[in-house]
């Protein structure tokens, strides 16, 4: 945890910002995997963690401005959880070490939620992602699970702190890049033909766990690249084969990392792969150049897309003019994933309270096939941590219904494209803090040009 006063000044910043109501924060619970008891590891609700730092199952908060009072409800452990779980402080001395004064019984916060509400307070939540919270939320303001109104004001406040992170975040943040950095050094110098995909992930992972710390999200570390988030882990890597490592690492204090590349199963790529490869590193190394603050991410996104483009024009996939397919959306044939997104303590930094509100200011998304799986388009300020990571994908099947549709005949070279319909995918991802002046790289380096990547295999 940070010290007590991190916590006290984001409430009380809050506070000041919202000015009258009441404002509910739900911690996670305890949730069974396969039965009650075989839980899945618990993760506290980020914005949780963020405003009150206690990750213990079972806690819910309120911020009541207009009484200026804080209060932590929660229940000691009884004496059947401390034999088979052992101890923790009491609720008091956990609420003490976050300078909160006030706690009470959790069975307590259903009344105090109806007389606040009898007296005419708002009462604030944010979006509801577990079942638990809807349930939460039935059960205390009578709101059915799918009609509940999430407070905007109360996201946008939350999502104004968040997303400027402080010096001693970026400490944290750091520290997960350099565990994420050496995952996937670990695994880009030990991966070899004939291993499993599992093989691998389980060398990624063993990093992690071996740095005190944990994933970030669900490792991804498959021979078919060109499905964007594939999860499957049990194919063997062949020659000729890439491997695409996408994972990271969270730190005790639940702070991400996500960096992602691309290997070949033996020693080097071959031409075609360099070539595809090549092209993908100028789109990233495009987008890294032109960070800094000021500018829109939407116009970098573009910039990224339009040297795909340019890199496919070389290789006569495409043709026509390449600001002109990007407006229309043709490099989205082999680019369908954003560019980038916020990170913090979400590796998709507070997804659960809108990407429009994190990412684009309230701003309406574009609802462009490609575009759309863009998860930040504002303007870039100091202190935004983000992604890097740029992909080119061949997937067969929309290979197959732009060609059926003729979408982008202007633009798409569909002869030419049959000849890379199982070539697979390639994407390299790095993390970045936006800086006063431009941007700065978090954590160690990891290779992303082809010779980098070759040096180590
Ligand atoms: N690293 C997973 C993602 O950014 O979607
Ligand atoms: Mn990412």
């Known amino acids: 945890m940070f010290l007590k006063d991190t916590y006290i000044n984001r409430r009380n910043l809050l506070k000041k910002r919202l000015g009258s109501g009441i404002l509910l924060f739900m911690g996670n619970d305890e949730c069974g995997m396969n039965y009650e008891d075989n839980t899945y590891h618990f993760r506290q609700d980020s914005t949780f963690l963020y405003f009150w730092g206690l990750s213990y199952a079972g806690l819910t908060a309120i911020i009541n401005i207009d009484e200026d009072k804080e209060i932590i409800f929660g229940d000691e452990l009884t004496i059947d959880q401390i034999v ?7 609720l008091r001395e956990k609420s003490e070490s976050v300078g909160v004064r006030e706690t009470q019984p959790h069975a307590s916060i259903k009344n105090y939620l109806a007389k606040a509400v009898s007296k005419g307070q708002k009462i604030h939540y944010l979006p509801p992602y577990r079942a638990e919270h809807k349930l939460k939320l039935m059960d205390w303001l009578g709101v059915k699970p799918s009609r509940y109104e999430a407070s905007v004001p109360f996201i946008r406040e939350v999502v104004n702190q968040r997303n400027y992170k402080t010096g001693e975040e970026i400490f944290e943040i750091e520290k997960a890049c350099n565990i994420t950095a050496d995952m996937h050094l670990a695994a880009i110098r030990e991966t070899r033909i004939g291993m499993k995909e599992y093989e691998v992930a389980a060398i990624i992972e063993g990093v992690a ?3 005190g710390g944990r994933l970030s999200f669900p490792t991804i570390a498959t021979i078919n690249g060109q499905t964007l ?3 499957y882990h049990g194919n063997t890597i062949g020659e000729g084969d890439m491997l695409l490592i996408d994972a990271g690492a969270e730190t005790e204090m639940g702070y991400a990392g996500d960096m992602s590349s691309t290997i070949p199963a033996g020693k080097k790529f071959s031409t075609r792969q360099k070539e595809i490869y090549d092209i993908q590193v100028a789109s990233h190394i495009a987008a890294v150049g032109a960070l800094r603050p000021g500018v829109l991410f939407e116009d970098v996104y573009n910039l990224s897309a339009k040297v795909i483009c340019e890199g496919m024009k ?4 495409m043709k026509g003019d390449s600001d002109e397919a990007v407006q229309a959306g ?4 082999f680019f369908q994933c954003g ?4 990170m913090g303590l979400d590796v998709h930094d507070m997804e659960n309270l809108g990407e429009v509100w994190v990412g684009y200011d309230g701003r309406a998304k574009s609802p462009q096939f490609g575009r759309k799986s863009l998860r930040l388009g504002r303007k870039l300020e100091p202190g935004f941590v983000l992604t890097i990571e740029p992909g080119v994908y061949f997937i067969p099947e929309l290979i197959d219904l732009w060609k059926s549709e003729k979408r982008f005949a202007g633009f798409i070279n569909y002869n030419k494209l049959e000849a890379y319909r199982s070539f697979g995918g390639i994407r390299n991802e790095e993390d970045f803090l936006i800086t006063e002046t431009g941007s700065r790289r978090l954590g160690k380096k990891i290779p992303l ?3 980098e990547v070759e040096a180590l295999r």
Do not use: E, R, V
């Open 449 to 451: 040009t082809a010779d």
């Open 229 to 231: 988030h594939n999860h």
């Open 339 to 342: 560019l980038g997104h916020m």
């Open 84 to 90: 088979w779980m052992g101890t923790q402080p009491s």
């Open 209 to 211: 766990y071996a740095s």
């Open 330 to 333: 043709a490099h989205a044939m």
């Open 314 to 317: 070389s290789l006569g996939l």
